[in-house]
């Protein structure tokens, strides 16, 4: 079974680049799963960041073109998450996520908040 578990600085100011990591054991990120960047408002529903696939596709969601980046270590197992110029609306849980269809995991999420 796969598992996530993502890391990164709970308080960033604004104006800066959040950067979160997820690290992944029990499966290969090079391998059948594609990995995802979700995150969690307050008060709203969940929000599709990113996805980075097994072959190393990545692509973002409209909302966050532009100030967004993914990236991957295949040494290390772990893929990574930059969001640059934070404002106070990039308060969120951030998750990252694992699928293959019917196979769908998630880390436990890590809660960011932007505030000077």
């Known amino acids: 079974q796969v598992q996530l578990q993502e890391s990164g600085p709970g308080l960033v100011k604004p104006s800066q680049t959040l950067s979160l990591t997820c690290s992944v054991s029990?499966?290969?990120?090079?391998?059948?799963?594609?990995w995802f960047w979700i995150r969690q408002s307050p008060g709203k529903g969940l929000e599709w960041i990113g996805i980075?696939?097994?072959?190393?596709?990545?692509d973002f969601s409209p909302v966050f073109k532009g100030r967004t980046s993914i990236s991957r270590d295949t040494f290390k197992n772990q893929f990574t998450l930059q969001l640059s110029s934070v404002t106070p609306e990039d308060t969120a849980v951030y998750y990252c996520?694992?699928?293959?269809?019917?196979?769908?995991?998630w880390g436990q999420g890590t809660q960011v908040t932007v505030s000077s």
């Open positions: 996520n694992a699928n293959a269809g019917l196979r769908d995991y």
């Open positions: 029990g499966g290969s990120i090079t391998t059948t799963y594609s």
């Open positions: 980075l696939t097994d072959s190393g596709y990545i």
